[in-house]
């Protein structure tokens, strides 16, 4: 079954790691992260996403789009990245993700999420 893993930050996350002098420690991890995942076989695919500030948001409106470009003030977390996996069930998604949480860095929240049509029954 596959599951998003979907990590929220905040503008203030990304900023405390854009000030942090050496992320060789959270680019070990990460890369070790993957590598797991690969091992296992449960890789699909993760990206990260650039800071919030760097966003756009489309909604329809009268006749045309209406277009905001970021930030949002009233938004405390956004979609920092995310990875895909496929893995037996949720709980074992749910541990993957409680890896990826528990890691350094900057302390975010990661929701997980089935991906419509590759479960067989919730």
Not at 89 to 103: K, P, V
Request: with cysteine; charged share 25%; glycine share 8%.
């Amino acid at each position: 079954m596959k599951y998003i893993l979907l990590v929220q930050a905040s503008q203030r996350a990304h900023d405390e790691l854009a000030r942090t002098p050496d992320t060789a420690e959270i680019e070990a991890f990460m890369l070790k992260f993957n590598a797991d995942l690969e091992a296992s076989g449960e890789f699909v695919d993760a990206q990260g996403l650039a800071a919030p500030v760097h966003r756009r948001r489309v909604e329809a409106g009268a006749g045309a789009p209406v277009v905001t470009d970021g930030p949002y003030p009233e938004t405390q977390e956004v979609l920092a990245g995310y990875w895909i996996v496929d893995c037996s069930g949720f709980d074992r998604a749910t541990e993957i993700a409680a890896i990826l949480a528990s890691g350094p860095g900057p302390k975010t929240a990661i929701d997980v999420r089935p991906i419509a049509g590759s479960e067989p029954e919730l």
